[in-house]
């Protein structure tokens, strides 16, 4: 979990960073660009509130339906396959997959924006599928492998798309 964290901090500090100093070689006209920045400060703002949101609201329902027992914060035991993740299996990741496109808009960086934020969801992606998966199997089994057959990883369907941003019930 430490070692997550650890990656998640050191791409979205060094995509940030990384993406001004290529704007500034690239693209300075740009970066100074008030009407960019306000522009792209107009999209981030929302861009952010839906990715917390996202996570606020699953992380609420895995924290919910996902425990039984005395676990630490963050364990979960049980498999949800209810509300939202019925409708996908990551559904918080899907909302994680905005938040590097969010903080360059927020940035207000160009490369960022267009090369690295998307670069860095095809790598969250693929540590979905390569880390996340295998260690679900791992945890809860037949059930997960029968809930693959049974669910797609994400699913942008309308009705999937208001179960993760709607409220969940305390």
Known sequence: MIFRILVWLMMMVGGGALGLFLDRRWLPLLQRSVPFHALTLALGVPALWLVIRISRNTGRLLGREGREGDLPRGDTNRLVTEGVYG?????????????????????????????????????????????????????????YREYQQRVPMFNLRPDCLRLLLRTPEL
């Open 87 to 143: 409708c996908m299996r990551h559904p918080m990741h899907l909302g994680l997959f905005f938040f590097p496109l969010s903080l360059a808009l927020l940035i207000g960086s160009p490369t960022f924006i267009l090369l690295i934020a998307p670069l860095e969801a095809l790598f969250m992606l693929t540590m979905v599928k390569l880390m996340e998966e295998p260690e679900a199997i791992a945890k809860f089994g037949d059930a």
